[in-house]
């Protein structure tokens, strides 16, 4: 897969493009992408998606904070994944901000890309001041002599596939919905940092993993997760939140393996969560801790057993 941040330096024509923010490449950001790449196919073309960074909101509204399901090297992980050829990577600045719809069009999807085919969602809206939507690509097709696909919305189990939706069902622990509209485990990824050693001396040694605070994050508590590690998948419980007990002020992500002392230390770690095991509260005292880290591992082993099929 090639990545383009600058349409001066680029050189490919006649493409088959996704156009989108696509924040979190969820199942309905998945079926625009692969009728991309299938159109691409059956066409003898290249397939390509555009999308921007930061997230337009950053720029139009900086004072309202926004967090990302996925980071940026992530979101193009999932993008090769799947398949797609090039990635246009669109710096959105305020100036970007003020090129209206039609020039949008015409400047970069017409006189860059030559594009055959654009595909969008059900609700994508770009340029000044949002103006541009589906009734304008489709006139436009008509126009530039290339061809427009929206995509319609889709459910799933009555669900709305959005980011936002998303983002509550995470808020409420619901793994087994969430990675569902995700099509695949949410997860966090980050390398290993030395920790108090406090989980250690209760018997249940911890990979402590420091948070992204651009990144949105679940509900604080404690889930069942599945980790990888080096190439092997094992399974644990983990602790996402300020550890209450012991007044922390920043969040972290503490991962606990079953039946796994080896050391980790600045190792890279996958942490794809599975189920939800509680929320995360204070203890009187460190035995009271103690004896609910058991339970909780105990609760995540039945869980597992329990476990449907992993997702696709």
Do not use: W
């Amino acid at each position: 897969m090639i990545v383009i941040k600058d349409l001066k330096n680029q050189s490919y024509k006649n493409l088959a493009v996704a156009l989108g923010n696509f924040d979190g490449v969820h199942i309905a950001h998945q079926e625009i992408i692969k009728t991309c790449i299938n159109y691409a196919k059956n066409h003898n073309i290249q397939s390509a998606v555009i999308t921007f960074t930061p997230h337009p909101r950053e720029v139009m509204n900086p004072s309202a904070k926004h967090e990302s399901l996925i980071t940026s090297e992530q979101k193009l992980e999932l993008f090769e994944r799947l398949g797609i050829d090039i990635v246009y990577l669109i710096n959105f600045t305020p100036d970007f901000a003020t090129m209206p719809a039609n020039e949008f069009i015409s400047r970069i999807l017409v006189q860059t890309l030559q594009v055959k085919h654009v595909i969008t969602g059900y609700n994508f809206l770009f340029g000044k001041n949002r103006r541009g939507n589906a009734n304008l690509l489709s006139e436009s097709a008509k126009h530039y002599n290339f061809s427009y696909q929206q995509i319609c919305k889709i459910s799933y189990n009555y669900h709305d596939i959005s980011s936002s939706n998303i983002k509550m069902l995470m808020k409420l622990g619901a793994f087994g919905i969430v990675n569902k509209l995700l099509g695949r485990e949410y997860s966090i990824s980050g390398n290993v940092v030395e920790g108090n050693k406090r989980a250690r001396m209760l018997g249940f040694p911890t990979a402590n993993i420091p948070l992204n605070q651009e990144l949105f994050y679940p509900l604080y508590g404690v889930y069942l997760v599945k980790v990888e590690i080096e190439g092997k998948e094992l399974y644990g419980i983990a602790n996402i939140g300020l550890r209450p007990t012991f007044s922390e002020i920043e969040p972290v992500l503490e991962v606990h393996i079953f039946d796994f002392n080896n050391n980790v230390y600045e190792k890279q770690l996958k942490i794809k969560f599975l189920h939800f095991i509680r929320p995360e509260r204070k203890f009187r005292c460190i035995d009271d801790l103690k004896t609910q880290v058991t339970s909780d591992i105990q609760g995540a082993k039945y869980a597992l057993k329990n476990l449907p099929g992993s997702c696709i």
